[in-house]
């Protein structure tokens, strides 16, 4: 079946300091996975995904996301992170059909100055 | 390009009433998708329309939650009657095609619903 479990609920960092926000996957399909932001009393929007290739994807704001296939995991990072970056994280995989995505728990990163 | 449009963005309603939750997707996007939000389930996928046909209403909670899609440019979300453990935020979104092949499901600003 497929799944993915987001190791942290909260991240707090200070503004300036790189982050890595944790995701593991399971997927018994070929291995789509993406990465979504929601700021505050805003709907998801699309960080990045990884389809095939390389393992390492770019994405908006900075961020960046490296796919491991031999610990199923797909951690987003960024090296030095601002303000304007405290939102929900969710990490994503398609279901077992295909038809539509399943979502993380989701994790909250606070950044402060 | 419009993304994709719910209508209302707040509601608040007491107990028993009739709640629908409007949505237009992206023009040209065949597949629709109803999610609901909550603090304690996170985002769970409701219903799922492609070409406008329901395909999967598994996530749909119980018989009182019924969706629609007309066309290919409006779907509703109904809740009768309504209840408090309904309050939630409801997301539609729309892709071109499946997820399953790497499409992006693009989502609204989500409906704000409370029921009091």
């Known amino acids: 079946a497929q799944s993915v479990t987001q190791l942290d609920s909260q991240v707090p960092v200070f503004e300036e300091a790189p982050v890595e926000l944790r995701c593991n996957y399971s997927?018994?399909?070929?291995?789509?996975l993406f990465w979504y932001v929601q700021y505050p009393n805003q709907g998801l929007q699309l960080l990045l995904k990884?389809?095939?290739?390389?393992?390492l994807v770019k994405g908006i704001n900075g961020f960046e996301a490296e796919f491991n296939k031999s610990q199923t995991s797909f951690h987003l990072r960024k090296p030095s992170v601002h303000i304007s970056d405290t939102a929900e994280y969710f990490c994503?995989?398609?279901?077992?059909?295909?038809?539509?995505?399943?979502f993380g728990k989701g994790t909250t990163l606070s950044v402060s100055s | 390009d419009a993304g994709v449009i719910q209508s209302p963005r707040h509601e608040v309603t007491e107990m028993g009433q009739e709640v629908t939750l409007r949505c237009k997707p992206i023009?040209?996007?065949?597949?629709l998708f109803w999610y609901r939000q909550t603090m304690m389930r996170g985002l769970e996928l409701l219903i799922y329309?492609?070409?406008?046909?329901?395909?999967?209403d598994s996530g749909m909670p119980e018989d009182r939650f019924s969706a629609k899609m007309p066309n290919a440019s409006f779907s509703t979300l109904k809740i009768q009657p309504s209840e408090p453990r309904d309050s939630a935020v409801y997301f539609c979104a729309s892709s071109f095609e499946d997820p399953g092949t790497g499409n992006t499901i693009y989502f609204g600003e989500g409906s704000w619903l409370t029921v009091v």
């Open positions: 329309f492609n070409n406008n046909v329901p395909i999967d």
């Open positions: 990884y389809l095939s290739g390389s393992t």
């Open positions: 023009s040209g996007h065949n597949s």
């Open positions: 997927s018994s399909v070929s291995v789509y």
């Open positions: 994503a995989v398609p279901n077992q059909a295909g038809t539509a995505l399943i």
